[in-house]
């Protein structure tokens, strides 16, 4: 077997994911502004997202340059910012400044960023120019399916991208959101976690 109804199962995954950001009607979200100026995303329902207090499920997953990221190295160490996204998704391209000021304004202070991609190692070369063009600073790593379910984003609940998750040093998920969020929310989170 050369591993294509894995690379099938990532693709149908990702343009199922984009057809439903692309076509489903938006979700209502307590989490979510009215005045927000971000597309509203739909959510995948009956998904239950980690929350806040929840301990981190851990993982290995490869970057794009095929080195291992371990999250369970962070601890103790740094606290991490898990930024699940998908290069079909609109909403995750419209957070990405703002993902890559907090890498800048939070580097060498304590906090990893890691944007977990779900289109899988076949989107790798667009990836690459992508994260040229834009100029993306921080850590991008692919997740990966096992047994028709994703490694990372399954145990966290990902029912939709964008998804942010803020574990602190002791492996504990202190915010998480499906959607969009303000930087401002975001600066103000990550600053209680690196105290």
Same mark, same amino acid.
């Given at each position: ?44 329902? *009956?998904? !239950? %997202?980690? $929350? +806040?207090?929840? @301990? ?6 490869? =970057? ?55 289109? *899988?190692? !076949? %989107?790798? $070369? +667009?990836?690459? @120019? ?6 993306? =600073? ?58």
């Amino acid at each position: 077997m050369t591993g294509h109804p894995m690379k099938t199962r990532v693709v149908a995954v990702t343009f199922a994911l984009a057809a439903a950001v692309a076509f489903a009607p938006p979700p209502s979200s307590a989490q979510e502004s009215k005045e927000s100026t971000f597309t509203k995303i739909p959510t995948v329902k *009956g998904i !239950e %997202t980690l $929350k +806040a207090g929840a @301990k981190a499920p851990d993982f290995k997953v490869q =970057d794009l340059e095929g080195k291992e990221f371990h999250l369970a190295s962070n601890a103790g160490k740094d606290a991490v910012l898990l930024f699940f996204w998908s290069f079909f998704c609109g909403p995750c391209r419209e957070e990405m400044p703002m993902i890559n000021q907090m890498t800048r304004e939070f580097q060498g202070k304590g906090l990893q960023v890691v944007g977990v991609n779900l289109d *899988g190692r !076949e %989107t790798k $070369k +667009a990836i690459d @120019k992508f994260v040229v063009t834009e100029k993306i =600073d921080f850590r991008i790593v692919f997740d990966e399916l096992a047994d028709d379910a994703f490694r990372v984003a399954d145990p966290y609940g990902v029912g939709g991208t964008p998804a942010l998750f803020l574990v602190d040093r002791k492996g504990v998920v202190a915010f998480s959101v499906v959607g969009a969020v303000t930087g401002e929310q975001l600066k103000e989170e990550i600053g209680k976690v690196l105290k």
